[in-house]
């Protein structure tokens, strides 16, 4: 997962609740994602940032806040889950000077 | 608007043959690139090939390679002499450079099965 870690791996939410995933990169590199990933589409993006301290809209930011403090770190907050984010959710980074991405392993969650 | 078109849900290859997964784009963009990644049952998300829009060549890494037609529009992943583990999704994606950054864009994808 070329050093992209995500917490939790699993997480039940009750609708309503609210939540942070956790990404971190141990690999310095300036781009960072959030996907998700729900079944029979592919992934889309949520939110992006491109450098510390900046982020951007993707496809579906509707419901979703990113805080990207640090180079290391891009956190995802749902403030209030709902059932329509019931996903698996990608981080990903890409590197300098490339145009590929590398994911994390995805964190799975379920709201009720 | 991008666009990325993966027509076949689920294909079926028997062992050590070769396979062509389909995938069409849409973009006005001169400069693009396109993507083949594989998601095994596991599900992490593996980068395969990497095609510019500028390059004349086609993408080769190993056992993949991909057959870029630019006028067409398709940019299609070949997989030589598959193997029992190619079994996965395989996603096709593109990058643009959109406001802020680049950004990519996924299909649908296509579940590969290989048969012994």
């Known amino acids: 997962n070329a050093g992209v870690t995500q917490t939790p791996k699993f997480q039940v939410l009750k609708t309503g609740q609210s939540m942070t995933l956790q990404c971190a990169q141990d690999?310095?590199?300036?781009?960072m994602y959030w996907y998700r990933q729900d079944p029979g589409m592919g992934l889309r993006l949520i939110y992006y940032?491109?450098?510390?301290?900046?982020?951007d809209k993707g496809e579906v930011p509707n419901g979703y806040n990113v805080s990207r403090l640090n180079k290391r770190e891009f956190s995802l907050r749902l403030e209030s889950a709902a059932p329509s984010q019931t996903s698996v959710y990608f981080c990903?980074?890409?590197?300098?000077?490339?145009?590929?991405?590398?994911f994390g392993p995805g964190t799975r969650l379920t709201v009720t | 608007a991008q666009k990325i078109t993966q027509t076949q849900p689920g294909m079926f290859v028997q062992e050590k043959e070769a396979v062509t997964l389909d995938c069409t784009y849409d973009t006005s963009d001169q400069s693009y690139g396109l993507f083949w990644y594989k998601q095994p049952s596991s599900g992490e998300m593996i980068f395969l090939i990497y095609?510019?829009?500028?390059?004349?060549q086609n993408a080769t890494e190993g056992r993949y390679s991909l057959n870029f037609q630019k006028a067409r529009k398709s940019a299609n992943l070949v997989i030589s002499a598959s193997q029992l583990g190619d079994s996965a999704m395989y996603f096709c994606a593109m990058r643009y450079n959109g406001s802020g950054g680049f950004k990519t864009i996924f299909g649908a994808g296509t579940r590969l099965f290989v048969k012994a």
């Open positions: 690999m310095n590199h300036n781009s």
């Open positions: 940032s491109a450098s510390e301290g900046t982020t």
């Open positions: 095609q510019g829009s500028y390059d004349e």
């Open positions: 990903a980074i890409r590197t300098s000077g490339a145009y590929e991405q590398y």
